[in-house]
């Protein structure tokens, strides 16, 4: 028989098909077998649910064909759904009928414990395995949260392009691409096009892929990542602070919401996610510098960016992400907005994520004036002639206004208790992966 003649179902609904004889489509996740029954742990994509196969029910041809079936084999079966408070996901198949669609033997990822690099070079096959599984669900709900949130807030999503001609971040980890007979940079931010867009709708988000040459090869860094870059037109570093805490607990009340078992199977501790709540954590540059200067071990300098230690000395005092405002000048980017308040400070934030993730978001009120602008382009040593266009949003209209960055895969990385943000993208790029 290679098709079913009952419904199919999928593991994680099957909570309404008590009582019914349903079909699973998927793969051998595990298989244990005593005498005349098999234990098939199927794995659906939705999640895995134990099916057992007698062989006086099921007959003789499915039960040999099983029991050749190895890890990874893919396989229908169909069967009534039984609950089971014993069974793992609560429920169970007393399977009927079925068939193997392909027996295979060898799968190379096994139950036992594997490196990071061999798995990391079978990432095309580690997706399937529950931690990198759960891992893409908790990404997803992420996103989709992220997206609402935006969307029930007036935002208008406006992608900005991949191939630049010129430098948003700084030129130090710029990706050079040839394009025709000329070059080409891949982004760094799609936050100059989002300042456009936001003269044009108000409210807007980009968010796509990102790239950085960064050479480093540390837990926070890719060289492919997303970036969701919202920017508003007639806004402050405050209305900057505002949406970024209330964004941030929204996503995470979402994942809770949506993705509990996916964190629970993560071994997430939940408690440290319900902490996120409003307010957050406010401490200018100044504040955070005399709190390093109290702290045994720091090697902070005062006018120096804060370093990755830096950063997890601060956010391991709070149960929620903190927020940084107000930065020396020379440690941070050209567009970004002088305090009139504060000589040497921008109007900028950086949002350190909890449990030692380090900044997840970085952002800042924008220079809306032309000719500060134009002296910051000469001081960072950037080609003012590539920035006409951008110049342009100051010599028609220009208006105050702010926006952010925030990191998705580390996001993700922190939402899901992950060590490093590698194991938050399903095909991670660094300085020494570009395989699979
Ligand atoms: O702080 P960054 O560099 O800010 C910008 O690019 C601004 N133009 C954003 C804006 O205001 N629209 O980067 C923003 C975030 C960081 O806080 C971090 O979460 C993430 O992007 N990020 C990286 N994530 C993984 N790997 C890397 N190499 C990253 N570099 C930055
Ligand atoms: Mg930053």
């Not at 190379?108 to 990198?132: A, C």
């Not at 001609?165 to 080409?184: I, M, Q, R, W």
């Not at 902490?275 to 540059?285: G, K, Q, S, W």
């Not at 590539?386 to 105050?400: A, C, E, I, M, T």
Request: aromatic share 10%; hydrophobic share 40%; proline share 6%.
């Amino acid at each position: 028989m290679h098709s079913s003649s009952h419904p199919v179902a999928t593991v994680e609904h099957l909570s309404s098909h008590v009582g019914q004889t349903v079909t699973l489509r998927g793969w051998v996740y595990h298989k244990t077998s005593k005498g005349k029954l098999h234990f098939v742990q199927l794995r659906d994509g939705t999640g895995t649910c134990q099916c057992v196969l007698q062989r006086a029910q099921v007959g003789e041809e499915l039960f040999e064909a099983v029991g050749r079936a190895g890890q990874e084999s893919s396989l229908w079966l169909a069967g009534s759904v039984r609950q089971d408070a014993r069974a793992p996901g609560g429920y169970e198949i007393d399977v009927s009928a079925g068939s193997v669609l392909q027996a295979v033997e060898g799968y190379p990822i096994t139950p036992k414990e594997h490196g990071v690099d061999f798995l990391m070079d079978q990432r095309h096959l580690w997706l399937r395995s529950k931690r990198p599984w759960a891992v893409l669900r908790v990404r997803d709900a992420v996103i989709t949260a992220l997206r609402g949130f935006f969307d029930q807030r007036g935002f208008v999503c406006v992608d900005a392009p991949i191939f630049t001609p010129n430098a948003c971040e700084g030129t130090s980890n710029l990706f050079e691409v040839p394009y025709f007979d000329s070059k080409a940079y891949l982004t760094q931010s799609g936050q100059l096009y989002a300042e456009a867009a936001a003269m044009a709708l108000g409210k807007v988000y980009c968010f796509g892929p990102t790239f950085r040459a960064e050479k480093s090869k540390t837990r926070r860094h890719l060289t492919e990542f997303w970036m969701l870059e919202p920017e508003m037109a007639f806004a402050t570093l405050d209305d900057v602070l505002d949406l970024a805490e209330a964004m941030l607990c929204h996503v995470v009340q979402e994942v809770l919401r949506r993705r509990k078992s996916e964190l629970l199977a993560l071994e997430r501790d939940l408690s440290k996610l319900e902490a996120i709540v409003p307010p957050f954590p406010r401490l200018t540059y100044d504040e955070a510098a005399a709190i390093l200067a109290k702290e045994q071990g720091s090697t902070f300098r005062y006018g120096d960016d804060l370093g990755a230690p830096d950063e997890t000395l601060l956010s391991n005092r709070y149960d929620r992400p903190v927020m940084i405002t107000r930065y020396p000048e020379q440690v941070k980017a050209f567009y970004m907005k002088r305090d009139p308040h504060n000589p040497g400070k921008v109007l900028c934030v950086d949002v350190l994520g909890p449990e030692g993730v380090g900044e997840i978001i970085g952002g800042s009120q924008r220079e809306e004036d032309l000719d500060i602008l134009l002296a910051r382009l000469a001081e960072h040593k950037l080609p003012e002639s590539y920035f006409q266009w951008y110049l342009d949003l100051r010599r028609f209209g220009s208006v105050p206004h702010a926006g952010f960055g925030l990191g998705l895969e580390r996001t993700v990385a922190w939402i899901c208790g992950l060590e490093h943000v590698r194991d938050a993208s399903p095909f991670p790029r660094t300085i020494y992966r570009l395989t699979p």
